[in-house]
């Protein structure tokens, strides 16, 4: 059974950072894609970043370009999305997912506010 649980989130200022963590547990394959995706009130869920684990491949959306950085520990399975010079509209409730063998599992989601 895949698990995959997220943390970080939480109350930072304006121009503050954040660090979010995901772990993914129960598979021994070693080529997936772990993604975040973030979803806030009245809107869709949105891509923000996402990384091969062979380490090559890596995307971000537009509104986060030069200000998060998604990583990947492979031998871990976990990922880490650090968010710097935070604005109002990063907020949102920011999900991991991990994508392995053409089946997508998702985290239970983690609180990021943005406000001074």
């Known amino acids: 059974q895949v698990q995959v649980v997220e943390s970080g989130g939480g109350l930072v200022q304006p121009g503050g950072s954040l660090r979010l963590s995901c772990a993914a547990t129960?598979?021994?394959?070693?080529?997936?894609?772990m993604s975040w995706h973030r979803q806030a009130p009245g809107k869709e869920r949105e891509l923000v970043a996402a990384?091969?684990?062979?380490?090559?491949?890596?995307n971000y959306s537009d509104s986060v370009k030069g200000r998060f950085t998604i990583s990947v520990d492979s031998a871990k399975k976990t990922t880490y999305l650090q968010m710097n010079s935070l604005k109002p509209e990063d907020t949102a409730v920011y999900y991991c997912?991990?994508?392995?063998?053409?089946?997508?599992?998702w985290g239970q989601g983690t609180q990021v506010t943005v406000s001074s």
């Open positions: 990384r091969h684990s062979n380490q090559r491949a890596t």
């Open positions: 129960g598979f021994t394959y070693s080529v997936y894609v």
């Open positions: 997912k991990v994508r392995v063998l053409e089946r997508e599992f």
